[in-house]
């Protein structure tokens, strides 16, 4: 590793870029490169933590639409991302990548509990740490976890992967005009609401200076090119560079 590269990074996958869970899980070619760019980052000496969401099972937002109660439905949520968790484990474990799976909250032996010390000292040995459970806790979402996670295991960036290309000035749906910004800083993200990540998300990378990159999953050699800095997606920092 160089200083050109980022030596220790956080992955977070939305459940939307895993699978269609229908009870089956069909591995699409999307995931496999992600998936393969994985197990070469790793090969290359990067060190790899991911933070999964559930989205692809259930959204707690929009269980309440069917009459659950809040907590419940996200109670919900954060079992769909175990629920990912442990087929994700099995996907890599087919690509001989080495893995370790914890959780933000016990759920008996199929999962450890997620210690941090425990973590880095497995990111140092080669294993790809896959985070799930999300925070434990109810009214967040994975981005709240994924930048906590990322503060716990100190690595030097987040790598936010989504079904959209990076952060707009305004929403890309609603306004023609929007403009896309390459970078932007966490005061603009936060002041301009931006919502695309939660804005604690935001704030906890505010204070430890930790770089969230947003882009596409479905851009080639997205998780490499990222790692060596290459200008991809919206890199949102401290300041402008
Ligand atoms: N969730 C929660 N607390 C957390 C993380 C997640 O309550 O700390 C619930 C919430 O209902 C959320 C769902 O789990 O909608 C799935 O997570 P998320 O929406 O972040 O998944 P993604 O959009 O990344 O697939």
């Known amino acids: 590793m160089n200083n050109s590269t980022y030596n220790r990074i956080l992955i977070k996958l939305s459940g939307e870029s895993l699978f269609n869970f229908d009870g089956h899980a069909n591995v699409g070619s999307h995931l496999i490169h992600i998936v393969q760019q994985i197990r070469d980052a790793v090969q290359m000496g990067s060190q790899v933590a991911i933070v999964l969401g559930g989205g692809n099972i259930c959204r707690g937002r929009n269980m309440v639409k069917s009459g659950a109660k809040?907590?419940?439905?996200?109670?919900?949520?954060?079992?769909?991302?175990i629920i990912n968790g442990l087929i994700f484990r099995d996907i890599l474990d087919k690509e001989q990548i080495k893995t370790k799976l914890y959780s933000a909250?016990?759920?008996?032996?199929?999962?450890?509990?997620?210690?941090?010390?425990?973590a880095?000292?497995?990111?140092?040995?080669?294993?790809?740490?896959?985070?799930?459970?999300?925070?434990?806790?109810?009214?967040?979402?994975?981005?709240?976890?994924?930048?906590?996670?990322?503060i716990q295991l100190e690595v030097g960036a987040i790598f936010k992967?989504?079904?959209?290309?990076?952060?707009?000035?305004?929403?890309?749906?609603?306004?023609?005009?929007?403009?896309?910004?390459?970078?932007?800083?966490f005061d603009q993200v936060i002041a301009d609401q931006l919502k695309v990540m939660d804005t604690e998300a935001f704030r906890h990378c505010q204070m430890f200076n930790i770089p969230i990159h947003i882009a596409s999953?479905?851009?080639?050699?997205?998780?490499?090119?990222?790692?060596?800095?290459?200008?991809?997606?919206?890199?949102?920092?401290?300041?402008?560079?």
């Open 70 to 81: 809040r907590v419940t439905a996200d109670n919900v949520g954060m079992l769909a991302t």
């Open 105 to 118: 909250f016990q759920v008996g032996s199929m999962v450890s509990f997620f210690e941090p010390r425990q």
């Open 120 to 150: 880095i000292d497995d990111l140092e040995r080669g294993y790809v740490v896959i985070c799930c459970g999300g925070t434990g806790n109810p009214f967040v979402s994975t981005d709240t976890a994924a930048s906590l996670r990322a």
């Open 161 to 185: 992967l989504t079904n959209v290309q990076g952060v707009y000035n305004k929403d890309p749906n609603q306004h023609e005009d929007a403009v896309f910004l390459p970078q932007c800083t």
């Open 217 to 241: 999953f479905q851009e080639s050699n997205i998780i490499l090119r990222l790692i060596n800095h290459e200008n991809i997606g919206t890199k949102v920092s401290s300041k402008e560079e």
